[in-house]
């Protein structure tokens, strides 16, 4: 399934390049190629034993390996930290990590990732697994959390500049709360195909979902410096991957733990809440974010 991505992205060159409009910056940096080639062997050093360690057996080199990654980490961000080249672009903007809201803003992203893709991973292998359903009819259950955000996600940026970080607050305690309402009616949907108990929570975390991420960009770029915001974009984009990766590690070691002496609904059930505790830890970290956000014309 994943070749659908190549001839999208095959008529996607091919119409940026007769359509985009050529535009260059004399002033321009050169981007850091060994930095990044550097960087990305630390990513998949972190992400690769946290998404394979399991099935594994966690062995010794994955440990190793997650150990080198964190290291080649520090080891960048000094070397990046130290040494000015005024002709090429930093890779990793390490003074952002220095302003508090910042940093809570990546940790908000990072557990929202870790929370969210561990849960969809445990509800996906029990819906289909445990109560059989088809792909079509899980596809079609998590549907309802995919309609819980459509229907903030119109009133999600303004109520984020009204009530700043109180509106991602709320949003993480909706995802938990949503959470454990999935969790409640896993006790109850029975062993047939019936999905009914199972929406009002997904809806509920979906909603949430839109007043957590939405304007979660938009609240730390007011902690931010404007001309970091390319920077802090990427570092959240890595955030996102790193906190996934974590969550599935995670919250897929307690389900499948518990999984060799128990049923895929107890089990599925037992390892729940970890997720909806990552959302609780979104909402702990919301706070250290500034009071109020900032409109997108924010320079």
């Not at 940093?103 to 929202?112: E, P």
């Not at 390319?230 to 570092?235: H, P, T």
């Not at 984009?237 to 906190?243: C, D, E, I, K, N």
């Amino acid at each position: 399934m994943f070749f659908v991505n190549i001839p999208i992205a095959l008529v996607s060159l091919v119409l940026a390049a007769r359509s985009v409009p050529e535009t260059r910056e004399r002033s321009a940096r050169r981007p850091d190629l060994a930095g990044a080639a550097l960087l990305t062997a630390a990513l998949v050093a972190i992400v690769y034993p946290l998404l394979e360690g399991r099935s594994l057996g966690w062995p010794a080199w994955t440990w190793l390996l997650l150990a080198a990654g964190l290291v080649t980490l520090g080891v960048l961000g000094f070397v990046e930290e130290r040494r000015h080249r005024p002709r090429v672009a930093p890779l990793l903007r390490t003074r952002l990590f220095r302003i508090p809201a910042f940093t809570a803003g990546l940790g908000v992203q990072l557990a929202f990732a870790a929370g969210v893709q561990g849960f969809f991973l445990i509800f996906t292998i029990w819906v289909q697994g445990g109560q059989h359903y088809s792909p079509l009819r899980a596809g079609l259950t998590a549907i309802a959390f995919s309609a819980g955000s459509f229907a903030l996600a119109p009133i999600a940026v303004p109520m984020a500049l009204r009530f700043g970080r109180r509106v991602l607050v709320a949003g993480a305690v909706l995802m938990a709360a949503g959470i454990a309402a999935v969790d409640f009616g896993a006790h109850h949907v029975g062993t047939g195909t019936n999905p009914w108990p199972l929406v009002p929570g997904l809806v509920i975390a979906g909603a949430g979902l839109a007043l957590l991420v939405i304007p979660l960009v938009n609240v730390v770029l007011a902690a931010a410096p404007a001309q970091a915001a390319g920077g802090a974009s990427g570092l959240f984009s890595t955030a996102q991957q790193v906190g996934g990766a974590v969550g599935i590690a995670a919250i897929g070691t307690v389900f499948f733990g518990y999984l060799g002496n128990h049923s895929l609904a107890a089990s599925f059930t037992h390892a729940a809440p970890y997720a909806a505790g990552a959302f609780l830890v979104c909402a702990a970290l919301s706070l250290v974010l500034p009071k109020t956000a900032v409109a997108d014309d924010h320079d």
